[in-house]
């Protein structure tokens, strides 16, 4: 079965157990950016992943959902932010850089930006980079937001914390998807994998130094503190978030830059 895995420090969690400790037979993990999951889901590339939630939008007729799994925030987040040489009001018809790492947060920006802030900016794809160059603000997220900037920014915005004060709602950035034709074919496997991730989320409780220890040998170029975000990161896929999804899915349909999502199919 082939596993994908976003290569970030806020996924990682989900995966101590499957690198560190016990290996499942017959999983491939894949890592890539979220971006890449995405895509390889889409084409069948992948069994099971995380993914953007605003990819599910793109594949909901082909995959289910965990139910009890995200990576979500509320509010703050410190891991998606908008840098920008001006105050976000001032953005309108600026050129804006746009992660290709992740959908989620590019159409949550967007989303912002005209419903909430009534503008309309140039948006332009760049490589995940946390610098401006030619850009008037630049969309950052996963590890590169959490890096030593290469200058000084002179406006930084935590769109999870935007996104909270606008709309009341926490964000879920990314959920975990199983492809339909994988379920009976891979059905005790992807048993197994729910338990690893179930029993990696105990390890950062029951075995915290250790394990802020492996992730900080794994991603040593994070110059954040990995305890406090990991306090700032939501896991477990409670009822709030899903109505916080929902709200996410309504928005960005009614604004034209999602399908519309009319239900979140669950794996039983």
Known sequence: MKLGYINYLNCYPFYYEMTEKKPIPGVEIVPAYPSELNEMMRKGELDMSPISSAAYADIQDEVMILPDFCLASVGYVRSVILISKVPIEELDKKKIGLSRASQTSVVLLKSLLRKYYHIEPEYEDKDPSPVLQEMDAALIIGNEAMIQMSEAIPYIYDL?????????????????????????????????????????????????????????????????DISAYYRLLKYEFTTDLKAALRFYFSVSGELGFLRQVNSLNFME
């Open 160 to 224: 999870g914390d935007l996104w909270f004060r606008k709309t009341g709602f926490p964000v879920v950035f990314a959920v975990f998807a199983v492809r339909k034709q994988a379920m009976k074919k891979h059905s005790k496997t992807l048993k197994a994998v729910i338990d690893s991730y179930r029993h990696s989320l105990q390890y950062l409780e029951t075995e915290h130094e250790t394990f802020i220890r492996k992730a900080r040998e794994k991603y040593p170029n994070i110059v954040y």
